[in-house]
């Protein structure tokens, strides 16, 4: 699956259909954020995660979104179940997203 970028007005209805959804906040300004992309990406093609939603969000353009992940530093990963979340932190470490995705698999 790829990453689907998400914006305000559609993120409740992304959490709301989909059971297991993990969320990638980032600001255009930041190069952390920027290198973790292809990361991320591999991630959401990866087969252990076919069933994991992955959007991207623009922290700065989208407080909404931001304020239900309770984003506090970029770049910042939510992972969302049933509409809830699970878990939020800020890190560019692969294997917390990737221990995070385990978590709700």
């Not at 973790?36 to 991207?56: A, E, I, Q, T």
């Not at 509409?83 to 932190?89: P, S, T």
Request: aromatic share 10%; charged share 30%.
């Amino acid at each position: 699956m790829s990453v689907i970028e998400c914006v305000d007005k559609d993120f409740s209805d992304s959490l709301s259909t989909n059971d297991k959804v993990v969320v990638k906040y980032f600001a255009n300004w930041c190069g952390s954020c920027k290198l973790f992309s292809p990361k991320y990406k591999r991630l959401s093609n990866d087969d252990r995660f076919s069933d994991v939603v992955f959007l991207d969000v623009n922290a700065e353009d989208n407080p909404v979104a931001r304020k239900l992940g309770g984003v506090d530093n970029l770049p910042f990963f939510a992972v969302f179940k049933n509409g809830e979340l699970v878990e939020g932190v800020a890190t560019s470490k692969e294997d917390k997203l990737v221990e995070m995705l385990n978590s709700i698999a």
